[in-house]
């Protein structure tokens, strides 16, 4: 399977096909193996190096991207915008010729900026670098690895076996919050609806704009569905996934308060009786406890997620850049 991958770049999900989706889901599965033996490392990148490009302040993409190098034996270098060169006037695209000029042969871009993982993916295509780019979320626009490993999450949850994307053919997934400003709620719509779910998005007015009833889905995709109240979309919902409002992108006051949000939209044990028996909830964190979500739910194992997402990060980093490790050129 392996070697039908042909990605020079994973910049988003927006025009993946369901047999991609399946290759990175094996692949993480058999790193997940790897994760739970006693060596936890393979050679497979061994003496490539990885550079994290981070632009943006992050813990867990940047601290599981770290990892999952680490444990394909990657080298990895580390980018700090605050000591940088990047406060003395070199621009973005000369800070990643540094890099390159150091060897780098994968560069994980995240930037507060839309495009910008996409710019210096052509510009290293341009060069004939032959380095491979991978976006670990830019702006509002998408966030492609978190999509990736909350689908090896919710996958593993019905097929812990052979996590694939037939499981999830008819399932109704919902997506709660702040729709407008999450770039994990795209990446997410995305690979949900390529693997065949019926997403419905959920959340007021003004975190839900109309323009996500007019996206275009690809032939045979699953459904997606608007909903401006909570009811609708939770109702018979097999897996409910909350996001966290996004305060420090929001440019106006987009809601009342933080508690009349959590009164119509926040989760709650008691709001997860019209869903499925069973239903499992996800959150890509951080969290705002008493926001988004309860402290109870968050905590309760039988029902959150929300550890298993962190773990599955690294199982599905790894896969991303083994894949794009060992891809040949075309």
Not at 111 to 134: C, E, N, W, Y
Request: one cysteine or more.
């Amino acid at each position: 399977m392996v070697a039908s991958w042909t990605r020079n770049h994973i910049l988003d999900l927006t025009d993946w096909r369901g047999e991609e989706l399946d290759i990175v889901l094996q692949t993480a599965t058999t790193f997940q193996q790897v994760l739970k033996g006693q060596t936890k490392k393979v050679p497979a990148l061994q003496g490539q190096v990885v550079t994290n490009l981070f632009f943006e302040p992050s813990t867990r993409t940047r601290s599981s991207f770290e990892l999952a190098a680490k444990r394909l034996s990657a080298d990895v270098m580390n980018f700090a915008p605050g000591s940088s060169s990047l406060t003395k006037g070199e621009t973005i695209l000369d800070t990643a010729k540094t890099y390159l000029a150091m060897g780098s042969d994968i560069f994980v871009i995240r930037h507060q900026q839309a495009g910008v993982p996409h710019f210096i993916a052509s510009q290293m295509d341009r060069l004939q670098t032959g380095v491979k780019v991978l976006n670990a979320g830019d702006g509002q626009h998408e966030h492609p690895s978190q999509g990736l490993l909350d689908l090896f999450t919710i996958c593993s949850q019905f097929a812990p076996d052979n996590p694939a994307i037939q499981c999830l053919q008819g399932k109704k997934i919902a997506v709660v919050g702040d729709i407008l400003h999450s770039r994990v709620a795209r990446s997410n719509l995305w690979s949900l609806t390529t693997a065949g779910a019926d997403v419905h998005l959920a959340g007021p007015p003004t975190l839900l704009p109309k323009e996500f009833q007019q996206l275009t889905l690809a032939p045979g995709s699953g459904k997606l569905h608007c909903h401006w109240q909570l009811q609708p979309a939770l109702e018979g919902a097999d897996m409910v996934m909350t996001l966290r409002l996004q305060k420090e992108r929001m440019t106006a006051h987009l809601l009342p308060s933080l508690r009349e949000y959590h009164h119509y939209f926040g989760i709650t044990h008691n709001r997860l009786k019209v869903c499925q028996p069973g239903v499992k909830v996800l959150h890509p964190g951080p969290v705002n406890r008493g926001v988004e979500i309860s402290s109870e739910l968050m905590d309760d194992p039988e029902i959150s997620l929300i550890q298993d997402q962190v773990t599955s990060g690294v199982a599905i980093r790894m896969a991303l850049l083994y894949l794009l490790g060992t891809v040949q050129e075309g």
